[in-house]
């Protein structure tokens, strides 16, 4: 009896290609700091991170090479995400009212991809999107209405339903009480003036308002002065991490949030 033939290598099943682990270089412009770390692919953020206070006013120029400066110290990585304090439309910004000079009425902002000079300058991809919405994108459940504030030198906003992001607005520019916007009455501006305990009754204001305007489901605050509030007043808030305005930015290559 003639033997079994065994099958050839060549028609053995082919091994499963292996993805290459992608370490994303996160940047988290405040109107305080800028920051910048490199998250590894389970959103874990690598020991060595640095931070340099943001320079006002801030031109496009000054933040590109402050950004720069602040790679050169860290490891490897393959891709760029930014998080920025002002509209961002399609990866393109649109205002900057925390870095811009008030003699340019802002104009040196408008319709800068800082994404692309980042592109060019250090030799990566990069993508770019509104800084509340990722650290929200840190934060998230993905299941319900969710919406997102920072409190800091002003107050960013971000919103998603079930994980998806809203087109942006510019909350922190709207009238919150008495012709203040909601950046001059929870910003950090506010705060030095009146002390934390007042501050934070402004705070559980902008929290009410928000919660007839939207209906959410969950509320996350972060932000560096999300600190001085000592616990969440209610189930449906939740006080995130600063962290997360870093690490967030390894799911805006998730395609989530890149088309706003």
């Not at 408008?110 to 692309?116: N, Q, V």
């Not at 959410?216 to 932000?223: T, V």
Request: aromatic share 4%.
């Amino acid at each position: 009896m003639a033997a079994s033939k065994q099958p050839s290598a060549a028609k053995k099943k082919a091994a499963p290609r292996r993805v290459k682990s992608q370490h994303t270089l996160c940047i988290d412009v405040g109107g305080t700091h800028v920051k910048s770390g490199i998250v590894a692919p389970d959103g874990t953020m690598q020991p060595d991170h640095a931070r340099v206070a943001t320079p006002h006013p801030c031109s496009p120029e000054m933040l590109i090479e402050i950004i720069e400066t602040l790679t050169k110290p860290l490891g490897h990585f393959d891709r760029i995400s930014i998080g920025f304090p002002g509209a961002v439309r399609r990866g393109i910004i649109l205002t900057a009212p925390n870095l811009s000079d008030p003699a340019h009425d802002g104009s040196e902002w408008h319709a800068i991809d800082l994404a692309g000079a980042l592109h060019h300058r250090l030799k990566r991809p990069a993508r770019l999107a509104n800084d509340a919405e990722i650290q929200g994108l840190g934060a998230i459940t993905g299941i319900g209405l969710e919406t997102v504030i920072t409190l800091g030198t002003g107050m960013g906003f971000a919103m998603f339903t079930d994980g998806i992001p809203a087109p942006h607005l510019e909350l922190g520019q709207h009238n919150a009480h008495k012709n203040k916007s909601y950046d001059h009455y929870v910003g950090h501006a506010v705060l030095e003036k009146i002390g934390p305990k007042k501050w934070r009754k402004h705070v559980d204001r902008v929290i009410a308002q928000l919660r007839v305007l939207t209906n959410f489901d969950i509320l996350y605050i972060g932000g560096g002065n999300a600190r001085l509030i000592e616990a969440a007043p209610t189930p449906d808030i939740k006080l995130i991490a600063n962290e997360t305005g870093i690490t967030g930015g390894v799911r805006l290559w998730d395609g989530i949030a890149h088309s706003t």
